[in-house]
């Protein structure tokens, strides 16, 4: 009687990185693999792809091996193929945990290219070191890879595979804006910072280009993506940016800062009031009564609920201030607190001008020094992610702690030309989203109960 033929399952797998720098595709994997049961007799029940996927990567990460190891569970393989150790495993751990499942169900593997018996303690010692060893050779040739394209990226080359963002196309690894789109994205971004909305943006490209008008995900990702102010993670120039990094922050700022009242009413100061007495935020809230004529009146007041009934320790308790008030101060004053700052800063720049220059210099000349013994491969990846944190964190807080002139031109930007009449067409919620743009807290005085200063955010 002829004898039942195995169940066999082949595994190929291959890492996107691999396919780019040893060529070993899926396809000749599986056909080295189909050739193999074929001769050897088995019975092919399965082929398990994990593509583009590490062999260090845990089995909960590798969807066709999570596959492979339920049909194993229901006893449907009895043996499982792959062309060499490195395919099936590089975490000797992960290996382990696999091994009992197969154990537990009197499966085995086979390599096709290589000769590994696990039937025997000492083949499974063997497996063991030649894990640890495929394991470390994943290391160093991750160590390589991050290191090439952290090269590219510095010197303003796309990645492997990399496609360039909307309203930018690769013209010899380098990413320039596309002269057919770029009218498109700067007609968005300067229509952006007339309404401070992502979906206002995008109904008035679709009015202005039609069917050449981006998808709303495409829209959405300008107001994400840092490339289109110039910069990529640890390049400032990385590419021909279509606005400014003040730019890029302010947008981020005032998508952070939207609010959605649950009942569904915006208050254009919500977020932006400090108490007085307690330092906390204010609350929206509407004070509703009936007037004479029957009639409903609402308005839209701020608050500080734990303050708001302790009048008996607080004579009279905080301030408790409209929104009419608040928008009619603000409006009246905000170009002439403006301009003070600005004079003032320009005043205490003068004198601290030569000191913060010294200080900068030496920041980034360390920076630079670090960037080309890296480039050189004189320090390892891991001591240079360590200096440049420490010293891009000493030169930010230096340019934190410093505002200048400059530090001023994008609040400038916003209040040129007619910027009351661009403000009046807005709603409630992207009035919010303009004030917390602009202004990081308003300050009120327990004394007149009325607002005291305003600080900018800047």
């Known amino acids: 009687m002829k004898d039942t033929p195995l169940r066999c399952a082949l595994y190929p797998r291959v890492s996107t990185e691999e396919q780019h720098i040893n060529g070993l595709s899926l396809p000749a994997q599986k056909q080295a693999l189909q050739e193999y049961a074929e001769r050897m007799s088995y019975q092919i029940v399965g082929i398990y792809a994990d593509e583009g996927i590490s062999a260090r990567k845990p089995v909960s990460k590798r969807p066709a091996l999570l596959r492979l190891l339920e ?5 449907k393989i009895d043996i499982i193929l792959v062309t060499k150790l490195d395919r099936w495993f590089r975490n000797i751990k992960e290996y382990q945990l696999t091994q009992e499942i197969l154990e537990a169900h009197n499966c085995y593997w086979k390599t096709i290219f290589e000769d590994y018996d696990t039937s025997t303690a000492n083949g499974q010692m063997i497996v063991n070191i030649m894990l640890a060893v495929a394991q470390n050779e994943a290391d160093r040739t991750s160590e390589r890879i991050k290191a090439v394209f952290s090269y590219k990226e510095s010197i303003g080359e796309v990645k492997t595979g990399m496609c360039a963002p909307y309203g930018y196309r690769i013209v010899q690894k380098k990413i320039q804006k596309d002269p057919d789109i770029a009218p498109i994205i700067e007609e968005a971004f300067a229509h952006y910072f007339k309404c401070y909305s992502i979906r206002k943006v995008y109904t008035h490209l679709q009015e202005q280009y039609g069917d050449r008008a981006p998808s709303f995900n495409k829209v959405d990702r300008l107001f994400k993506n840092e490339k289109y102010c110039g910069r990529w993670h640890k390049n400032l120039q990385y590419c021909e940016p279509y606005i400014t990094p003040e730019q890029f922050q302010q947008i981020q700022s005032v998508k952070n800062s939207r609010t ?33 004529d029957g009639s409903v009146s609402q308005r839209k007041q701020y608050r500080c609920m734990p303050k708001y009934n302790v009048q008996n320790v607080h004579k009279g308790g905080t301030p ?25 800063t320009e005043q205490r720049e003068k004198k601290s001008k030569a000191h913060k220059n010294v200080s900068q210099a030496a920041i980034q000349a360390e920076l630079d020094r670090l960037n080309i013994m890296y480039q050189k491969g004189r320090i390892s990846e891991a ?33 040129s030309g007619d910027w009351i009449a661009v403000y009046e067409e807005l709603d409630a919620e992207h009035r919010n ?19 005291a200063n305003f600080q900018f955010r800047v």
């Open 260 to 292: 959605f009242a649950l009942s569904g009413d915006a208050y254009i100061f919500a977020g932006l009031i400090i108490c007085p007495l307690c330092g906390r935020r204010y609350t929206g809230s509407k004070n509703t009564h009936k007037l004479r």
């Open 320 to 344: 408790i201030l409209t929104e009419t008030y608040i928008e009619k101060y603000m409006l009246d004053h905000v170009m002439e607190q403006l301009n003070q700052e600005i004079l003032k």
């Open 383 to 415: 001591y240079y992610d360590h200096q440049y944190s420490i010293l891009s964190g000493q030169l930010n807080d230096l340019q934190a702690n410093i505002i200048t002139v400059k530090s001023f031109a994008p609040l400038q930007k916003i209040f």
């Open 433 to 451: 989203a303009f004030w917390k743009s602009i202004v990081k807290e308003i300050h009120l005085d327990m004394t007149t109960r009325k607002i």
């Open 71 to 75: 049909d194993v569970r229901q006893d």
